[in-house]
């Protein structure tokens, strides 16, 4: 091909960003290794599958695909405004809460300002930040999770956004209400906290944040919540942020018109009504839980406690070789170098038996 200085041309921060590692799909494996029966717990999926009553509601809503889909939502934001007690002004839908968190940065954050993140947090941070080119702050983790009083102490007059997730993604940790009320309270009204509750619905009840009613008394408070985890609709891309009236029509100025397609809709107006759906996700996943921590004490591993749907295991330096025999023995997990964990592999809980086979394959490694 010709020779052209595409970099040149790009934005100063894009010319070094890495792009985003997804979780080895099934089907590379397949074709890499020439290998069948493939247990992926690389992408903190939903094992259980799509909802029957989802799958019933896309295939009646195939006919209608021609059309443009609803460009506001309306049904959506009317469930999710009933259910949260808010207001539908209050609610910004999107492709997947990735797109709303990079709208967010979009609509908030420029060059001249500083983000704040905690080590080993999701990478979307990191990533939208760089690709504005504002200046990201990775504030050293506690016990591999956030470490708020050095957060707030991180803020300068710089400070546009922070980003907390809450558990965290891909170490599992998790913050008290207590404990984050108390940031909250002390972070100026300029700084927008982005609160990420991507695995809000794997936490208990009663250890689960008020987080939606704080932002009456904090209009810089941001609530992120997706239904690609408990809700299981990660294929389709959908997700949501929570927010002060103002702040959604800022956003909604800035988004694609048609951010969420007619399916996604579809699937979930009808998923955040399948209460049986969502208790199986949230059983099965404390089963498979319990299921890998079990193995973890018996086989001496250390393993960082998780709140959400995938545990983070310590596996030695050899992490990136064990990665690797894994996937020849047909299990994908997770590597987590890139969050500055060489030395642990990220395995998202699955169904008993997918559960199983990794720590089968696992066992027969540390052999
Ligand atoms: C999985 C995850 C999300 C959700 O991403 P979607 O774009 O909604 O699929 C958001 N934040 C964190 C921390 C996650 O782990």
């Given at each position: 091909m010709t020779e052209f200085n595409a970099k040149a041309l790009a934005n100063p921060g894009i010319r070094t960003l890495s792009p985003y590692q997804a979780g080895k799909p099934i089907e590379e494996v397949e074709r890499e290794l020439g290998i069948k029966n493939i247990v992926k717990l690389a992408s903190n999926e939903n094992p259980l599958g799509l909802s029957a009553k989802v799958k019933g509601a896309l295939q009646d809503a195939l006919s209608g695909l021609a059309r443009y889909p609803d460009a506001n939502g309306f049904y959506l934001k009317t469930k999710l405004a009933e259910k949260f007690g808010v207001h539908t002004n209050q609610i910004t839908l999107g492709n997947g809460s990735n797109d709303v968190l990079e709208l967010l940065a979009r609509t908030f954050v420029n060059e001249t300002h500083e983000v704040i993140f905690a080590q080993h947090a999701f990478v979307v941070y990191p990533l939208v930040t760089q690709a504005i080119g504002a200046k990201g702050v990775a504030v050293p983790a506690k016990n591999y999770g956030h470490d708020l009083p050095a957060m707030l102490a991180a803020i300068t007059p710089k400070t546009r956004m922070i980003f907390i997730a809450n558990p965290n993604n891909p170490t599992g940790t998790f913050l008290t209400k207590e404990e984050l009320a108390e940031f909250i309270a002390q972070v100026p009204q300029n700084v927008l906290v982005v609160l990420d509750e991507a695995y809000y619905e794997y936490v208990s009840e009663a250890e689960r944040a008020p987080s939606v009613e704080w932002i009456a008394q904090y209009p810089n408070l941001i609530v992120s919540r997706t239904f690609s985890k408990a809700y299981g609709l990660a294929g389709l891309r959908a997700g949501y942020v929570i927010t002060?009236?103002?702040?959604?029509?800022?956003?909604?100025?800035?988004?694609?018109?048609f951010n969420m397609n007619s399916l996604s809709l579809r699937a979930a107006e009808v998923v955040l009504d399948d209460q049986e759906y969502l208790a199986e996700s949230i059983r099965?996943?404390?089963?498979?839980?319990?299921?890998?921590?079990?193995?973890?004490?018996?086989?001496?591993?250390?393993?960082?406690?998780?709140?959400?749907?995938?545990?983070?295991?310590?596996?030695?330096?050899?992490?990136?070789?064990?990665?690797?025999?894994?996937?020849?023995?047909?299990?994908?997990?997770?590597?987590?170098?890139?969050?500055?964990?060489?030395?642990?592999?990220?395995?998202?809980?699955?169904?008993?038996?997918?559960?199983?086979?990794?720590?089968?394959?696992?066992?027969n490694l540390l052999k």
């Open positions: 002060h009236p103002d702040i959604a029509d800022l956003m909604n100025r800035v988004r694609q018109p099965v996943n404390a089963d498979g839980m319990a299921q890998l921590v079990q193995f973890c004490e018996q086989s001496g591993l250390n393993y960082i406690p998780s709140h959400g749907n995938f545990l983070t295991i310590e596996v030695g330096s050899e992490a990136a070789e064990i990665y690797q025999q894994l996937l020849r023995a047909g299990v994908i997990v997770r590597p987590v170098a890139g969050y500055q964990l060489p030395n642990h592999l990220r395995v998202s809980i699955g169904l008993p038996a997918e559960n199983q086979a990794f720590i089968d394959a696992m066992a």
